[in-house]
């Protein structure tokens, strides 16, 4: 059944999401592998303790099956210090991951403190953009956490990180902060769209093929959700296309 043009077009931009708050089992592992091989996600998307637990295993499957693999670092709060988050992306790059989705330091930009958010995520740009050993470069995100602000404050945010070199993506939530309704997370991406010229990854709240359309007619391109979610999204788009 999987994969048609449809499906593909599709699921190849979904990094497909497993974030729980407890350590997955083996078991989830092995299904989430199962997952986003069946269904041709482009990445599979976890916290660096999951990555970290089951390195061997996520490294010979994304390799054998041809998908990203993705750490969260400083996930969910974006609170630790430089130092904290330097370590973690570290282990994670050791651990062989293709991208990481780095979370905002959020109070310091609550604080007022432009340049050390700045200095903070370009130090992390530059280890991943360099990671050193003979590895290639890691692909960065960095998630705006955009719940939080008010249009002014996030085109202030997006200005701010625009120059900062080794940011690929922009990454709209980690889906732990303020919910916001479909209409507001729409919004935040056309305002991010608007005041850059980096690509969009739309995360949080998409559950739905609706809600994956909304984000991606708004202007994202890669498009963060949570495995089954992603599943349904890709059952519900092959059931239309075999409809048609």
């Known amino acids: 059944m999987y994969p048609t ?123 991943a953009a360099d990671p050193g050993h003979n590895r290639p470069p890691v692909l960065v995100k960095v998630i705006l956490e955009t719940g939080y602000w008010d249009r002014e404050k996030l085109i202030e945010l997006v200005e701010l990180l625009n120059d900062i070199p080794g940011i690929a993506y922009y990454k709209t939530s980690t889906g732990r902060e303020p919910i916001v309704p479909m209409h507001d997370k729409v919004e935040h991406i056309k305002t991010i769209c608007a005041h850059t010229d980096r690509p969009v990854k739309a995360s949080g709240g998409i559950r739905s093929l609706g809600d994956y359309l909304a984000m991606k007619n708004a202007g994202a391109t890669r498009f963060g959700v949570g495995l089954e979610a992603a599943i349904e999204i890709i059952e519900e788009v092959a059931g239309n296309d075999l409809g048609d």
């Open 5 to 127: 043009e449809a499906t593909l077009a599709i699921s190849s931009t979904i990094d497909a999401t497993v974030l729980p708050s407890w350590l997955p089992s083996e078991e989830d592992i092995d299904n989430a592998i199962q997952g986003v091989r069946s269904y041709k996600f482009g990445c599979l998307c976890l916290d660096p303790n999951t990555v970290l637990a089951y390195e061997p295993a996520l490294k010979k499957a994304s390799e054998d099956f041809d998908f990203g693999l993705c750490a969260v670092i400083d996930f969910p709060n974006g609170k630790l210090a430089i130092t904290q988050r330097v370590v973690e992306l570290g282990r994670v790059i050791d651990a062989h991951v293709s991208e990481v989705d780095i979370v905002l330091p959020v109070y310091s930009f609550f604080g007022g403190k432009e340049a050390a958010v700045k200095r903070d995520l370009t130090i992390l740009a530059d280890i």
